[in-house]
Antibody, heavy 124, light 108 residues
């Protein structure tokens, strides 16, 4: 059974830092790209960052570039999100998600498994 | 990057059929995926690709696409289908993800 379990959330002051972790199990972790997606209270889903299987490619939404860093440790089956210079608008539930890649007259993608999410609150 | 547009809210009578749509330029290149999210829960993938349902998703959920528009159809909506539904796809660059704003489905 695929499982993704986030940890590391909590309350942090503006300008502070936090590191989220996502522990993966039930699948071959190093065969999949992974993403972080967040959801502000009462709002929709927003993709934050993703990383490919060997961490050679990383991409970020513009609003977190230069502040957040995505990484992974394939030996530990873990995904991370280092969040620095946090702002009130970063307050969200953060989800890790597995990326499914499939071929159908070209490469296509989906997010097929999600963790339960972890709340990050940025407030003084 | 690109945007995906969804109607904010849709309603359907119990047992009837409803279609939720998603529009965006990226859908000319990439299939949309559809996610169901109930209050306090993580999103769950319900449709991906041309019209693929993950294991455990009822066959009353189906997907289709044409041009820049993707559609999620619920045939014979049940009370438990009341939820927020989000579409997403890779953006035009192929490296980022974009989400629609979500559609709140109410089953009357």
């Amino acid at each position: 059974e695929v499982q993704l379990v986030e940890s590391g959330g909590g309350l942090v002051q503006p300008g502070g830092s936090l590191r989220l972790s996502c522990a993966a199990s039930g699948f071959t972790f190093n065969s999949y790209s992974m993403s972080w997606v967040r959801q502000a209270p009462g709002k929709g889903l927003e993709w934050v960052a993703n990383i490919n299987q060997d961490a050679g490619e990383k991409y970020y939404v513009d609003s977190v570039k230069g502040r957040f860093t995505i990484s992974r440790d394939n030996a530990k089956n873990s995904l991370y999100l280092q969040m620095n210079s946090l702002r009130a608008e970063d307050t969200s539930v953060y989800y890790c998600a597995r990326e499914l890649r499939f071929f159908d007259w070209g490469h296509h993608y989906s997010l097929d498994y999600w963790g339960q999410g972890i709340l990050v609150t940025v407030s003084s | 990057s690109s945007e995906l547009t969804q109607d904010p809210a849709v309603s359907v009578a119990l047992g009837q059929t409803v279609t939720i749509t998603c529009q965006g330029d990226s859908l000319k290149t990439y299939y949309a995926s559809w996610y169901q999210q109930k209050p306090g829960q993580a999103p769950v993938l319900v449709i991906y690709g041309k019209n693929n349902r993950p294991s455990g998703i009822p066959d009353r959920f189906s997907g289709s696409s044409s041009g820049n528009t993707a559609s999620l159809t619920v045939t014979g909506a049940q009370a438990e289908d009341e939820a927020d539904y989000y579409c997403n796809s890779r953006d035009s660059s192929g490296n980022h993800w974009v989400f629609g704003g979500g559609t709140k489905l109410t089953v009357l």
